[in-house]
């Protein structure tokens, strides 16, 4: 049965309801219903939990991922959501090559003469990363996170320009690439860069006369998925699950929103927005790069969020 509970949240929701946000087009499930999504990294974690609720949409569901037998696994989950198993492609895609890329637009498109909606999810993790590292691990980073972005984007802007519906382009970044903490410097500036691409994509989409697609940049908090649970088997009480942040998603989408700044079971949007800015008063203020972790600001940023929280 198709679930079309998906719509606008509630005027006022503690989900980050901005006025501005209905600037950009909604995107609502009356949008989407019928119509095919694809997503890369679409296997397991918030990409296939995705995958799960656009199926009960009554979507058509095109999974790109690397792992070849955790897209079988996918389909034995989605199967049972679709409407048909010819509703679902799944197909093992390298985001970090461009051909790949378009070879998936031309799958999805020859399935299903539509895309309302592209993800761009895959992601690779590291940890403990320093700028001088190696070529390789830089290479490997950003060869996916950043640039398999740009190449979902370049495969398949153009032609969900040309369609006369409303559409949406998903690119998922991380806090990371907004406050840039120490320690993990590659992952940060790919998600760094997903994060400006998809603002000059935004950007450039609202120059397009009559264009209906509009660009959304999601930030995850703390999520409990393969690639962050480093052998944990038991989701923390602190994070957010897939699925959680799939249907905060959506609510977002829903409301025009642009940025997608979820929060989790830790950190409130409060403390999120606490966070970025300070960050930005870095450069206004001239003070030390990443002073929240510098020894003679640690505790001036800790009276900053404690004032901030004060009645």
Known sequence: ???????RAPDGADRGANPN?????AITAAD??????????GAKGIGLSTASRLARLGMKICLADT?????EKARDTLVPLLASPEDLRVE?????????????????????????????????????????DGPEAWDRILSVNLMGVVHGVQAFAEAMIQQDAPS???????KEGITTPPGNAAYSVSKAGVKVLTEQLAH???????????????????????LTARGRTEKPEEAWTPDQVAEFMLESMGRGDFYILCPDNSVSREVDELRIRWAAEDLIQNRPALSRWHPNFEGSFAKYVEDAKKP
């Open 1 to 7: 049965m198709t679930d079309t509970t998906f719509s």
């Open 21 to 25: 946000a209905a600037i950009q087009e």
């Open 32 to 41: 989407l219903g019928g119509r095919a999504a694809v997503i890369t990294g």
């Open 67 to 71: 792992d070849a037998g955790a897209l």
């Open 92 to 132: 093992v895609v390298d985001v970090s090559s461009l051909e790949e890329m378009r070879r998936l637009k031309d799958l999805a498109y020859g399935a299903f003469g539509d895309v309302a909606l592209l993800m761009n999810n895959a992601g690779v993790e590291s940890s403990g990363m320093k700028p001088w």
């Open 168 to 174: 949406a382009i998903v690119n998922v970044g991380s």
């Open 204 to 226: 450039e989409l609202r120059q397009i006369d009559g264009c209906r697609v509009s660009a959304h940049l999601l930030v995850p908090g703390f999520t409990f998925t393969s």
